[in-house]
């Protein structure tokens, strides 16, 4: 692992000082001394971006302001070989079991499942019940819990957050909603479900998203403040998933940004990056063969796509405004010293256009205000697509949906304050993956972790291992050699030691194998799969093995994910309303036949 200080840390003095500290003789006598007060267990805060790339932070290389997150990183110790799942209910399902996907009932998810998988071990897409949550294993031991945000892993009485542990709860069942006010993704949901602690709730006239988790959380944490127990924060953010909105203010403040196009702040990312030490100086990068041509774009496409990268980074730059009033926030409550906190991305960078085809472009203009000028405001619809997202998810390859790194590796941040023992502002370049997070959490606060069985029941292990070692400065993976799967949609990949196994079938990939040395090369670019045939049949077993244990189902012929979206979006939406057209339509035929059969009749 490597690590990196930055010179003059307060960390880095305070550590000083508790070593000089323990030297000093005891000059008071033992009969005088208090006895030592037992430890009290620290809060937790987790802090999940929506569809944030790689380099979507100031610390890993954003050009757009987020200096309360980057305060954290400085805090605390950046993790910058950190993979989450490629879609974000499989990548909460984790966050929140520390169990891998297929082993807590994601498998898939309800927009993107074949049908000929629905049901099947694995693939009930919602957290099933024969895991244990974080909210569940904290509460047993006196923590208040408390989640706000984006839930997506069940919308049933007994599978939303104040079922599966959480005392209090205002969380969103679906992938996505608007920003602004109480309205769902038009074309894909008929409401947006909201719901406070299981019953249907309706949002604040001043609504926006990220203000509203924070200010919720922060009404959840003094309430029951009397109550003296620590607490489990989870704020769970819509930003930056579709639609893409921000304050006027925010996006204001990108006005002259952007104009060069993404493959110029694409490189310039990966400049950053290297200069931060979050990937190595000088990584290849490869071009994306969805990423348009910036210099063949006539001037009405670019500037709609500028003004998206500007909606784009204010509604960055809010969300961290947020962080920062919740950070200040427990500051002036004594809370922040004795809290850890934790930021990731469910999954990489949204390369999702929703304007590929002509029916959802007639469609979504019907819906809502589509105009340049109103991009990223209240009433539009709007998202970054592959060319934007290449940039976010710089350097790496790939974005949401694929199990490329531009899919998997997002940023980690994990600081706790008055910790001496983790790292102040050093960066880890061990592997490690979202099932991590729980186990590190429960190490933490001194909290037992289940060991398969749960009041009485049996469940699923936690598959996932503290990070404990590499926040101190260990160097190297807490997994070591050992090899660890990943699949979601028919794209997987087998992390072992450096290396990387990967396949990505259609669109973002053609189904064939390869292997990448992701020390050197987390750009993959350079297959080694022909140099290495040793290793590539060797991680190609260990795949084969890890997709057995774990009831892995092969993708029907032909399944293109973005197909079973939109399908998925037809049959939820677009049928239903066909056929109240057609009925409506049908009724309409009738009152004219009766009519024109009661004029024929008058007349004869």
């Known amino acids: 692992m490597r690590t990196t200080m930055v010179p003059g840390r307060v960390g880095r003095f305070r550590r000083a000082a508790i ?54 990183a400085h805090a605390g110790m950046r993790f910058s070989n950190f993979h989450v799942a490629g879609s974000c209910s499989p990548t909460r399902a984790m966050l929140q079991t520390g169990v891998m996907n297929h082993r807590n009932g994601l498998g898939n998810m ?3 499942i074949p049908d000929a998988h629905r049901g099947k071990p694995g693939y009930d897409t ?18 208040r819990t408390y989640l ?35 309205r769902p993704i038009e074309g894909m949901y008929d409401t947006a479900a909201w719901t406070e602690n299981g019953k249907p709730a309706t949002l604040p006239r001043d609504y926006y998203s990220s203000h509203f988790v924070v200010q919720r959380m922060i009404d959840y944490i003094e309430a029951d403040r009397k109550s ?16 893409v909105q921000a304050p006027d203010s925010d996006i204001a403040r990108y006005s002259a940004m952007y104009k060069d196009g993404w493959t110029a702040l694409r490189e310039a990312r990966a400049k950053r990056a290297a200069a931060l030490g979050v990937v190595p100086a000088g990584v290849p990068m490869v071009t994306m063969p969805t990423t348009p041509d910036w210099k063949k774009l006539g001037a009405e496409e670019r500037a709609a796509a500028v003004r998206v990268m500007q909606a784009y980074g204010g509604m960055a730059t809010a969300m961290d405004r947020e962080v920062g009033r919740l950070v200040a926030h427990l500051k002036a409550t004594g809370d922040y010293d004795n809290t850890i906190f934790v930021f990731l991305s469910d999954n990489g960078a949204e390369p999702t256009d ?22 990223g405001r209240r009433g539009s619809f709007s ?3 592959p060319g934007w997202a290449s940039a976010a998810s710089s350097p790496l390859s790939g974005y949401k949906f694929s199990a490329a790194e531009g899919g998997l590796r997002v940023p980690l941040i994990i600081a706790w304050p008055g910790n001496p023992k983790i790292r102040a502002g050093g960066i880890s370049d061990g592997f490690a993956q979202v099932t991590d997070i729980l186990p590190t959490l429960t190490e933490l606060a001194g909290v037992p972790l289940h060991r398969g069985d749960w009041q009485g029941k049996a469940v699923e292990p936690v598959t996932g291992r503290s990070l404990v070692p590499m926040l101190a400065g260990t160097g190297g993976s807490v997994h070591g050699d050992t090899p660890s799967g990943y699949e979601l949609s028919g794209n997987a990949a087998l992390f072992r030691g450096d290396y990387k196994l990967v396949r990505n079938l259609p669109p973002t990939g053609d189904g064939k194998w390869r ?8 750009g993959e670019t350079r297959d080694l799969a022909a140099a290495m045939p040793g290793r590539f049949a060797a991680m190609r077993a260990d795949y084969a093995a890890y997709a057995k244990a774990n009831g892995v189902l092969d993708m029907p012929p032909g399944y293109i994910a973005d197909d079973q979206i939109n399908r998925y979006a037809f049959e939820q939406q677009g049928k239903p309303r066909l056929i109240r057209l057609g009925l409506w339509a049908g009724a309409i035929v009738l009152l004219l036949s009766a009519f024109v059969w009661g004029l024929r009749r008058r007349r004869r």
């Open 148 to 182: 706000t945000g984006k839930w997506h892993l069940g919308s049933d009485s007994e599978r939303l957050p104040h079922a599966r542990g959480y005392d209090r709860a205002f969380s969103l069942a679906d992938a996505g909603a608007d920003n602004f006010e109480q």
């Open 19 to 72: 070593i000089a500290l323990g030297v000093l003789p005891v000059t008071a006598p033992l009969q005088a001394q208090q006895p030592a007060a037992p430890p009290r267990h620290p809060n937790i805060v987790i802090l999940l971006a929506d569809d944030w790339g790689f380099s979507d932070v100031g610390a890993f290389g954003a050009e757009f302001a987020t200096p309360n997150i980057d305060a954290l």
């Open 228 to 243: 003296g127990k620590p607490f489990l924060a989870s704020v769970n953010f819509l930003a930056n998933h579709i639609p």
């Open 354 to 375: 929703p304007f590929h085809s002509m029916r959802n472009r007639l469609y979504l203009d019907m819906e809502y205000d589509l105009s340049t000028a109103n991009i």
């Open 110 to 112: 309800p927009e993107t």
């Open 515 to 522: 292997l990448f040395d992701l020390r050197n090369d987390p």
């Open 383 to 385: 998202a970054i697509g």
């Open 126 to 143: 919602v957290m099933n019940h024969r895991v244990v949550t974080i909210a569940q294993l904290l509460k047993a031991s006196g923590y």
